[in-house]
């Protein structure tokens, strides 16, 4: 009769050369722990059905091991983005320059002089490396490198506007993607919200009412991810800025995605630029480091002196301080725009810049190579809470298959996954942010999920 003494023992398991490979493989304890829970498995099936067979070695370390691959699969992988979405913020924002992979690499393999002045051989602060050349670029006086842009309008407001008024029009109370609301930030970082004016129109003189009582600041959100169209109405920043300054109040813009260069010459709509904020008087303005900008995850704040000096002593901004490899990638980014090679340089800006004919010819190799598909028009898009509804034309290889979202499910589960769209029952790839580099991937991938 079988009993549960039949079952083979961890150390005659440990016996095998498989067990021996595992080991080299997954390292010792985690093999050990593997080994001992498949062991528990089978017992318990033993005790709950005593006629079902004992595993044999080779079965137990073959479980083993798919319990191995399972708990050491990374869960963070590439993919392959063929959307045209060209800032998908569910697949990671912007794709970084060689040069700013290149300076997040040094930083992280090595030790540098993040807070170390090499002159005077002793503390320095984190603060310069970004910030020497976000001035140059900008003309800004000082600049302040964060975590994110959400962190950058927290700090931001908690450090200049804590207890105090501070005034925004009804149309910029805004949510941006992953629940980060205007208001409620606001209200986190303690400053009292005014709103003033109403949500499709806001005058001149909503804000100067609003400016009877003392404030701290009025404050500009963009409005990143939608568009108010119709009957609108808002002054332009220079005019809310002009105002502000003779009540004596500061203003804030929190731009958001923070163009450095003109989308209009890519043929999206113009998206307001950093410099357009700092010329109309703005005296602090934030962006993220990773949406038009091109560059890694960060929240880049700029603006006077004094006001920026105050924002870096504020006890939160220890608590949302950029990391070394942030701050070497966001200069080495923004030393892109400085040299006038960002076009040629930044992923996201090549994508953008990438002509019809250039899409065209991807698409038609692509369908060559596949030996099946349409050429058809299409959009692509920035995404990434910038530029809503914008697209620019684009042309896209398009796929009739039998079943769209189960080959949308095939796709995904190639490797490196590969994500794409459906309109009208149609698999569509649009080549304009498949990266280079990716190209043989995508269409071995494509192929595999053609014939699977
Ligand atoms: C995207 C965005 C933010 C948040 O920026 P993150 O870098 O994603 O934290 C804040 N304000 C506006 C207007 C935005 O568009």
């Given at each position: 009769?079988?009993?549960?003494?039949?079952?083979?023992?961890?150390?005659?398991?440990?016996?095998?050369?498989?067990?021996?490979?595992?080991?080299?493989?997954?390292?010792?304890?985690?093999?050990?722990?593997?080994?001992?829970?498949?062991?528990?498995?089978?017992?318990?099936?033993?005790?709950?059905?005593?006629?079902?067979?004992?595993?044999s070695?080779e079965?137990?370390?073959?479980?083993?091991?798919?319990?191995?691959?399972?708990?050491?699969?990374?869960?963070?992988?590439?993919?392959i983005?063929?959307?045209?979405?060209i800032?998908?913020?569910?697949l990671g924002r912007?794709?970084?320059?060689?040069?700013?992979?290149?300076?997040?690499?040094?930083?992280?393999?090595g030790?540098?002089?993040?807070?170390?002045?090499?002159e005077?051989?002793?503390?320095?602060?984190?603060?310069?490396?970004?910030?020497?050349?976000?001035?140059?670029?900008?003309?800004a006086?000082?600049?302040?490198?964060?975590?994110?842009n959400?962190?950058?309008?927290l700090?931001v407001?908690?450090a200049?506007?804590?207890?105090?008024r501070?005034?925004?029009?009804?149309?910029?109370?805004?949510?941006?993607?992953g629940?980060?609301?205007v208001?409620?930030?606001?209200?986190?970082?303690g400053?009292?919200?005014?709103?003033?004016?109403a949500?499709?129109?806001?005058?001149?003189?909503?804000?100067?009412s609003?400016?009877?009582?003392?404030?701290?600041?009025?404050?500009?959100?963009?409005?990143?991810?939608?568009?108010?169209?119709?009957f609108?109405?808002e002054?332009?920043?220079?005019?809310?800025?002009?105002?502000a300054?003779?009540?004596?109040?500061?203003?804030v813009?929190?731009?958001?995605?923070?163009?450095?260069?003109?989308?209009?010459?890519?043929g999206?709509?113009?998206?307001?630029?950093v410099?357009e904020s700092?010329?109309?008087?703005?005296?602090?303005?934030?962006?993220?480091?990773?949406?038009?900008?091109?560059?890694?995850?960060?929240?880049?704040?700029?603006?006077?002196?004094g006001l920026?000096?105050?924002?870096?002593?504020?006890?939160?901004?220890?608590?949302v301080r950029?990391?070394?490899t942030?701050l070497?990638?966001v200069?080495?980014?923004?030393?892109?725009?400085?040299?006038?090679?960002?076009?040629?340089?930044?992923p996201i800006?090549?994508?953008?810049?990438?002509?019809?004919?250039?899409t065209?010819?991807?698409?038609?190799?692509?369908?060559?190579?596949?030996?099946?598909g349409?050429?058809?028009?299409?959009?692509?898009?920035?995404g990434?809470?910038?530029?809503?509804?914008?697209?620019i034309?684009?042309?896209?290889?398009?796929?009739?298959?039998k079943?769209?979202?189960?080959?949308?499910?095939?796709?995904?589960?190639?490797?490196?996954?590969?994500?794409?769209?459906?309109?009208?029952?149609?698999?569509?790839?649009?080549?304009?942010?498949?990266l280079p580099?990716?190209?043989?991937?995508?269409?071995?991938?494509?192929?595999?999920?053609?014939?699977?």
């Amino acid at each position: 009769m079988t009993t549960l003494r039949n079952l083979p023992s961890v150390d005659e398991i440990l016996q095998t050369q498989t067990a021996s490979d595992l080991i080299s493989r997954f390292g010792r304890p985690l093999t050990l722990t593997a080994i001992r829970e498949t062991l528990d498995e089978a017992r318990a099936r033993f005790k709950t059905d005593p006629k079902t067979d004992l595993p044999s070695i080779e079965r137990i370390l073959s479980s083993a091991e798919s319990h191995l691959s399972a708990w050491t699969k990374p869960t963070l992988v590439p993919v392959i983005n063929a959307t045209g979405v060209i800032l998908h913020t569910n697949l990671g924002r912007a794709p970084l320059s060689d040069a700013t992979i290149r300076a997040m690499e040094f930083t992280a393999r090595g030790y540098s002089n993040l807070e170390y002045d090499l002159e005077k051989g002793s503390r320095g602060s984190r603060l310069i490396h970004a910030e020497s050349i976000l001035q140059r670029l900008t003309g800004a006086e000082a600049a302040v490198v964060v975590n994110n842009n959400a962190s950058a309008v927290l700090l931001v407001l908690s450090a200049l506007a804590n207890k105090k008024r501070v005034i925004i029009s009804r149309s910029q109370l805004v949510e941006i993607g992953g629940g980060f609301r205007v208001p409620d930030v606001m209200k986190q970082s303690g400053a009292k919200l005014v709103e003033v004016g109403a949500t499709n129109k806001v005058r001149l003189s909503d804000y100067e009412s609003a400016l009877e009582e003392p404030a701290a600041l009025i404050m500009r959100a963009h409005r990143s991810n939608f568009k108010i169209v119709g009957f609108t109405e808002e002054p332009e920043l220079k005019e809310i800025v002009d105002m502000a300054h003779n009540a004596g109040v500061f203003v804030v813009d929190d731009l958001g995605s923070g163009a450095l260069v003109d989308t209009a010459k890519y043929g999206f709509a113009h998206e307001p630029t950093v410099q357009e904020s700092l010329a109309a008087g703005a005296d602090v303005v934030c962006f993220s480091g990773d949406k038009l900008l091109g560059g890694p995850q960060a929240g880049i704040i700029i603006g006077k002196r004094g006001l920026i000096e105050k924002i870096k002593k504020h006890p939160l901004a220890r608590a949302v301080r950029a990391d070394k490899t942030c701050l070497a990638g966001v200069a080495a980014t923004l030393l892109h725009y400085l040299k006038d090679d960002a076009e040629q340089e930044i992923p996201i800006l090549r994508m953008m810049s990438m002509s019809l004919d250039q899409t065209r010819g991807r698409a038609e190799a692509w369908q060559v190579e596949l030996g099946q598909g349409e050429i058809v028009k299409g959009e692509s898009t920035v995404g990434g809470g910038s530029l809503p509804n914008e697209s620019i034309p684009t042309v896209l290889l398009s796929l009739s298959v039998k079943s769209p979202d189960k080959f949308l499910k095939k796709l995904r589960g190639q490797n490196p996954p590969i994500i794409a769209r459906t309109e009208n029952d149609k698999i569509l790839l649009d080549p304009r942010t498949v990266l280079p580099e990716q190209e043989i991937a995508t269409l071995e991938g494509i192929k595999r999920a053609l014939t699977s």
